[in-house]
């Protein structure tokens, strides 16, 4: 007799079934948890930005913006099921802190990429720290042109997801070199926060208006400290200066002090204000009376673009946040938009892979000029956005005749502009 053991069809598929069995239990033991955690572990992003102090609205409304747009991509699954985990850090302001929590951030926190919500002054030291960590890094608060148009500066991996200096320069010079030929403006004087942006900008704007009109003349400039609380002696000085027209680019609680203050002496009567911040709702609700004669570049207004979409997104931030959303607010829900349209086209949060495919990308947004924004692949910067100036009111829709900016234009001359600097 054969010691032999016969396995019949039955006991074949029955052994079969135990194997798998024995299998899946070990894939429970060993392998499915090690996947629903990578797939359940958050993806962090850290932000360092300005919450407290004279300019906190700055970091409280790109907080504010950051969150809200979070919030829906989480809503929707997030990515295969991977929440987006904030980690929000107050920088008080100070360049030096900003790098510090920055960096920590990263190191210490293990957040992934970087929101940068700071303003120019701390967005070069969070720059910097990019560059040493070679973390993904979007700027969404700083408008000095250098910070993505010199090569010097540029890194691969980090982009800018705000408005430019040099962008608004073309399209306010634009429209301050109408304003003076209409009203025969010749005599001009400036007042600009004495930093990089301020001193930046204002050298673009002036640039650009006398590119427009060649009849212009300055004969005076006033710098004065950013986060001044009295401004008695520059605005004296504005007024001995005696311009018919006077440039700013004055922000955020500064522009509302200065304005305060300015109105007390009369400096706007009979003569025209330029202010490229100035249409924005946190100015202008703080603002306790918007002189005449006062003129802006857009920053964020829910009615330019006049479109139901951005309507739309500005009352669904006001019913979440009791206030409306400002400049910073839209250019932070954008990055989150761009991040979130690069994470599901890679299927990765790495942000290497993140970085290839930012490069050049376009998606649909309430703030673009014609419903898209573009993150221009030769300097990895925003371009596209709704950009225009325009006589202010005291009520809605405060800039009731915006002109918008023509991109064409603003693409020849800034190229110009980067070939006179030898950037391109």
Not at 11 to 38: E, H
Not at 68 to 96: C, H, T, W, Y
Request: glycine letters at 8%; hydrophobic letters at 40%; aromatic letters at 10%.
């Amino acid at each position: 007799m054969s010691n032999k053991t016969t396995t019949t069809p039955v006991q074949a598929s029955r052994r079969k079934l135990m194997q798998g069995m024995g299998a899946a239990a070990g894939m429970a033991t060993f392998g499915m948890p090690a996947i629903s955690m990578a797939q359940d572990k958050p993806i962090k992003i850290g932000m360092p930005t300005i919450l407290s102090g004279r300019v906190a609205t700055l970091g409280i409304s790109s907080r504010n913006a950051v969150l809200m747009e979070v919030d829906k991509f989480n809503a929707a699954g997030g990515l295969n099921g991977r929440k987006i985990e904030m980690v929000i850090r107050d920088s008080k302001g100070a360049p030096q802190e900003a790098a510090r929590v920055a960096r920590e951030l990263v190191t210490g926190e293990g957040c992934e990429i970087l929101i940068d919500g700071e303003a120019s002054s701390g967005a070069f030291a969070v720059h910097e720290v990019a560059r040493d960590l070679g973390v993904l890094c979007m700027h969404t608060c700083s408008e000095t042109s250098s910070l993505t148009a010199d090569p010097k500066l540029r890194i691969p991996n980090a982009f800018r997801v705000a408005r430019q200096g040099i962008h608004d320069a073309v399209v306010g010079g634009s429209y301050g070199a109408g304003v003076a030929r209409a009203k025969k403006l010749k005599r001009w004087m400036t007042i600009s926060p004495d930093y990089a942006y301020g001193r930046d900008t204002t050298a673009e704007y002036m640039e650009y208006l006398k590119y427009f009109n060649k009849d212009i003349e300055v004969v005076g400039e006033v710098w004065p400290k950013l986060f001044q609380p009295d401004y008695s002696e520059s605005i004296t000085r504005l007024l001995q200066g005696k311009p018919e027209a006077i440039y700013s680019c004055l922000w955020g609680g500064d522009l509302v002090s200065f304005i305060d203050q300015a109105n007390i002496y009369a400096l706007f009567k009979d003569r025209q204000f330029m202010s490229v911040a100035l249409a924005d709702y946190t100015v202008l609700t703080a603002v306790k009376n918007v002189p005449q004669n006062v003129h802006s570049g857009n920053r964020y207004l829910k009615s330019f673009p006049k479109t139901a979409a951005n309507a739309e997104w500005g009352d669904a931030y006001f019913a979440k946040y009791k206030e409306m959303p400002t400049n910073w607010a839209w250019q932070n829900a954008a990055c989150v938009g761009f991040l979130t349209t690069a994470m599901k086209k890679t299927n990765s949060a790495d942000g290497k892979k993140l970085a290839e495919v930012l490069k050049g990308m376009t998606i649909d947004s309430p703030f673009g000029a014609n419903g898209k924004l573009t993150l221009r692949a030769e300097d990895q910067t925003l371009v596209d956005y709704a950009d225009g100036w325009g006589e202010l009111t005291n009520k809605e829709p405060y800039m009731a005749n915006p002109i918008p900016g023509d991109w064409k234009q603003i693409f020849e001359l800034e190229l110009d502009w980067k070939k006179r600097k030898g950037w391109a």
